[in-house]
Structure formats: structure tokens, C-alpha cells
């Protein structure tokens, strides 16, 4: 055999276990979505239900509403995080940890806790018009949920932090002496703004908006509650296609088209960009073109028009801060508006709360179906952080070995979950676990979950290991320490603070998810998520507000326990 090749192995053998795993249990259910799309009840191919979609103008209707509304939502949360992004590059990284806190916690916090505040917002007893009202500005105040604009809020208010957190590692690594240099050269602010820094920060913002549109494809917790019927989107139908329906071909072909959506958008991003900068690296640009080289010219050219303003700086233009503020504020709203509602006397959802009451977290705490939820997404969580986490970390220690041909497919197969829509996978787990004997129980619940927690470990510990100084594992190889030894002693020690951010947000992608729980509980074993859908499904209470406070707690305490330990520490 080929030594080069046997040392490729070699070098790959700390990802096989994390690689067997997908698999099993992620690409086995992704193709049986494929083929149960396009195989009849006597397993002869055909294209039945996707000559049925093509006829459909109800489901082409849906599909252009998916894409317009995932559409939109990716440009304003890029829009609207592109300012804040850019003022936490310029500060401190003291200053900016402090900042991430605010924009972590609102950003982890629950999307069924995010959805049932902006359901207290927007409804027409709601806090927005109760005050409106209230001043006199409106005589007889509509509800502006459901609506499109309350799909479009909620959702925009879910994805702005991703955005943010997309864009900042890229625009950190730009370096500000290039920027120099151009207003050496004659360059005014504005025009090495535009010019040489937006350029730079464009595999960013492509990055951001990449993430934001393919995970909005799959949203159906927004749309459902702050939408309307004509705010539907294509997740909604698969789940209305097996729960309702019943109809898994049908249920397989709708799954089919959002796949097969997101990877033509991944695979012209890749061409655009490159998978690169999905890990922050600042070296990808956008591929040198007719077309890039006219946009270059463009951005100096609004440089020159706005060369009487000066470029935005966290010292110069107090504007950015406030801005970043505003956002903050907005970002933090949920936590603002649960908190009093959770201890309302009232029986019914109204602002300003009545009177004050602790029954409705009697109502969660000694309520024998709210206790096993709450433990079951506990117990699944923790089981979800340790194994995304192992299998994570192996897989990242892989990455940092392996020749750049071989980099590059394997990062992108281990960000598969990421890209391909959760309702996907969900559905694909389904019909594998049926058989399977799992659906319905907490071992088929932490496998599907960590399916979806492995990417965002293997991003942040491949962060992590590219800063990693290999001299010190040569050493140690060089004095006879095995690969395991090493890890052991090495690798974790020094990397102990990102180990602990990926177990941290593994656990928090499980104890907040909800669409693996709605197919693979099987409504035998519920997670809190699940519960509170259920709930919310079908009646709006203040049990419901004293839950989604309990989950902002619990979250908040985990996003801030590292920050509060540095703190100690530096103490």
C-alpha cells in the first residue's frame, strides 16, 4: 500500500469513530429520505409524488413563501448584525467578552421561550399595543400577530446573533495595517473601509448569511405560532404530512426538495467562498472575477461619495455603541417580558400582569408530566455533550493532520448536519429508529441529538486547535509519549477552556431542541421542549411563561458560569 496513503489513515483514524457514527445516523436516514421519495409500495422507482408537487400550486406557493421569508431573514439579520459585528471587532477582548455575554444568552435562550414572548408582544392584549393603547396612539389596536410581520420579527429576532457570531471571528483576523496602508496612499476612511475592509470581511457576512438561510429553512416553530395560514412554510407540511396525513412518501418528497435546496445554496457558497470560512478563517476571499473586480469598484466608489464621513470606530462614532445597545436591548426582550408574566395571578395572559403569584411554577414543579420532561431533557443533554464531544474532539484532532485534499471533504461531511435541514434529518432518524425499536425512547433521543450538536463541536475545537502550538506534541512524541498520552496530557490540559465551551453547547443544543423530540419521543417521552409545544399548540398559560423563565435561568447560568470563572480566576 501506498505509504503516503497509509499515513493519511493513520492520520484519520482519531475522526473514524465520529465518521461511523454519521454514518449510521445521519447519512443511512438522509438516504432513506431519498429513497422513500422516489420507490413505490413495491420498491419500483418513481417520480409519483414529486409529478404531485410539481402540479401542486398550493405546495409551490409554500416552497417561494420558504425561500422568500428564509430569504429575507438571512438579509436583515446580516444587515442588522453586520454594525454590531463590526463594533466588537474594534474592542478589547475584554470588552468584547463582556458584550458576546449579552448576545450568547438571548441567542441560546429557547426558540419556543423566544416565540411565546413575541406572542406576548405582538397579540392584541399584548405588552406593544397594551401601551400603545394606553398613551392614546391607537383607538382600536389589531393584533400584529399572526402575521408576516411577526414571523418575519420572530425570526429576524432568533437569527441576528448567529449572524453576529458568523461575521466577528473574520472581522478580527482583517488586519487594521492594511487599512493604514491605504490611507498612506492617499485613501480618505471611507474608502479603506469600503475598500479594503468590507472586501475582506465578505466570506463574514457570505458565512452569516449561508448559516441564517439554510437553518430557516427548516423552521416551523415561528411560522406555526406568530403566522398565519399564508405564512406557511414547507417544514410545517412534513410535519402535517406524518401526524396528520400520514403519508411518509409524500412526508419523504417534501424532506427531498428542502435537501436538495440547501445543498445547491452550500455547494455555490463553497464555489463563492469556501468551506474555510466557516471555521473563521480570514485567508478564503471571494474567487477573483469580472464580477469581484467590478464590486471592488463599486465599494471605492461609494467610499469616495461618503469620503466626507469618517469610518465607524468604537472610539470615533458613539453612534455604533448605542446602536449595539439597542440591539442588546432587543436581543434580551424575551427575558424582559417572561419575567413578570411568570408570576401573574391572573389565569389568563395579559399586560400589565395581575397581581402577583408563585402557583404557575407550583403548576411546573410538583406536575408529575412537567418533572419527567424537565429530567428527561437533563439526562439527555448531558449524555449528548459527553458523546458529541468525544467523538467531536477526535474528529478536529484529524482535521489539523491531514493533507489539504483530504481536509476539505472531510470537513465538509462532518458540517453535514449543519447544512441539511433539521426537519431532514428528523424525519430520515424517524424511519430508521422505527424499526429500530428506539422511537420513543431516551437513547434514540441522544443519538439524534448528537447528529446535530457533532458540527458545532468540531468547529469549535478545530478554532481552538489551529492555535494550538504542535511544538510541545513533537516534543512529547519525540520523548516516547503515546498518541493517547499525549491527548491526555497535552492536548486537553492546554485546550481544557474550549473542551468546556463544547460540552457547554452541546448540552444546551439538546436541552433546547425540539424537532428530533416531535418524531423520536413517539408522544410517549417528552422532553421539556415538547412539552411546551404541546402546550402551546394548544392553549397559551401562564404555566407556560413560569417554564420558559426556568429555561432562561438555566441557560443564562450556563453561558455565564465560564465567564464568572474567569473572573474568580483573575481575582
Not at 187 to 210: C, E, H, K, T, W
Not at 338 to 343: K, T
Not at 489 to 500: D, E, W
Amino acid at each position: 500500500m501506498n505509504a503516503s496513503l497509509v499515513k493519511n489513515l493513520r492520520a484519520l483514524g482519531p475522526a473514524l469513530p465520529c465518521l461511523l457514527f454519521l454514518a449510521a445516523f445521519f447519512c443511512v436516514p438522509v438516504v432513506e429520505i431519498l429513497q422513500t421519495g422516489v420507490l413505490n409500495a413495491d420498491g419500483q422507482f418513481t417520480t409519483e409524488q414529486f409529478r404531485r408537487l410539481g402540479s401542486d400550486t398550493v405546495f409551490l406557493k409554500v416552497l417561494w413563501t420558504t425561500f422568500a421569508i428564509s430569504g429575507m431573514t438571512a438579509l436583515f439579520s446580516v444587515l442588522l448584525g453586520f454594525p454590531v459585528a463590526y463594533f466588537l471587532s474594534q474592542l478589547s477582548d475584554r470588552l468584547r467578552e463582556r458584550w458576546m455575554m449579552w448576545i450568547m444568552v438571548p441567542f441560546w435562550t429557547s426558540y419556543l421561550v423566544k416565540t411565546f414572548a413575541w406572542i406576548l408582544v405582538l397579540s392584541k392584549t399584548g405588552v406593544l399595543l397594551s401601551l400603545a393603547s394606553a398613551l392614546g396612539l391607537v383607538d382600536d389596536p389589531q393584533a400584529l400577530s399572526p402575521s408576516l410581520l411577526g414571523v418575519m420579527v420572530g425570526m429576524v429576532h432568533a437569527m441576528l446573533p448567529l449572524a453576529v457570531i458568523n461575521m466577528l471571528p473574520i472581522m478580527r483576523g482583517v488586519n487594521a495595517q492594511l487599512m493604514q496602508a491605504a490611507e498612506t496612499l492617499g485613501a480618505n476612511r471611507s474608502v479603506s473601509f469600503f475598500s479594503v475592509f468590507l472586501p475582506m470581511a465578505g466570506p463574514g457576512v457570505a458565512a452569516a448569511g449561508l448559516l441564517v438561510f439554510i437553518t430557516s429553512l427548516g423552521f416551523f416553530i415561528l411560522p406555526s405560532l406568530l403566522g398565519t395560514p399564508r405564512e406557511t412554510m414547507v417544514a410545517q407540511m412534513v410535519i402535517q404530512a406524518i401526524n396528520e396525513l400520514f403519508n411518509l412518501p409524500y412526508a419523504a418528497a417534501l424532506s427531498t426538495v428542502l435537501l436538495v435546496s440547501a445543498i445547491a445554496v452550500f455547494m455555490l457558497y463553497d464555489k463563492l467562498v469556501g468551506l474555510s470560512s466557516l471555521s473563521g478563517e480570514t485567508r478564503t476571499a471571494l474567487k477573483r472575477s469580472t464580477n469581484a473586480a467590478w464590486s471592488n469598484t463599486a465599494l471605492i466608489a461609494i467610499g469616495r461619495v461618503l469620503g466626507g464621513l469618517r469610518r465607524p470606530s468604537a472610539a470615533r462614532v458613539p453612534a455604533l455603541k448605542v446602536y449595539g445597545f439597542l440591539v442588546v436591548a432587543l436581543l434580551s426582550l424575551p427575558i424582559v417580558v417572561v419575567f413578570p408574566i411568570a408570576f401573574t395571578d391572573s389565569a389568563f395572559l395579559s399586560f400589565p400582569p395581575k397581581g402577583f403569584s408563585l402557583r404557575w411554577f407550583d403548576s411546573f414543579l410538583f406536575s408529575p408530566v412537567w418533572q419527567a420532561s424537565f429530567l428527561r431533557s437533563l439526562g439527555v443533554a448531558a449524555v449528548t455533550a459527553l458523546a458529541s464531544t468525544a467523538l467531536g474532539v477526535g474528529a478536529a484532532l484529524a482535521l489539523t493532520r491531514l493533507p489539504g485534499r483530504w481536509t476539505k471533504p472531510v470537513f465538509a461531511f462532518l458540517l453535514a448536519p449543519l447544512i441539511v435541514p433539521r426537519i431532514v434529518v428528523a424525519v430520515g432518524l424517524f424511519y430508521l429508529f422505527s424499526r429500530m425499536g428506539l422511537v420513543g425512547t431516551d437513547l434514540g433521543l441522544s443519538i439524534g441529538h448528537t447528529v446535530l450538536a457533532i458540527p458545532y463541536v468540531v468547529v469549535t475545537m478545530a478554532a481552538a486547535l489551529k492555535r494550538f502550538d504542535w511544538r510541545l506534541d513533537d516534543a512529547a512524541r519525540i520523548l516516547g509519549a503515546s498518541a493517547w498520552t499525549r491527548l491526555r496530557t497535552i492536548h486537553l490540559p492546554i485546550m481544557i477552556g474550549s473542551v468546556a465551551a463544547a460540552l457547554q453547547m452541546a448540552f444546551i443544543i439538546s436541552f433546547d431542541e425540539l424537532t428530533i423530540a416531535i418524531f423520536v419521543s413517539g408522544g410517549l417521552k417528552n422532553t421539556l421542549p415538547k412539552q411546551m409545544w404541546d402546550d402551546m399548540v394548544l392553549q397559551v398559560n401562564p404555566t407556560l411563561a413560569a417554564v420558559s423563565l426556568v429555561m432562561v435561568v438555566i441557560i443564562g447560568l450556563l453561558v455565564l458560569t465560564p465567564t464568572l470563572y474567569k473572573k474568580i480566576r483573575r481575582a
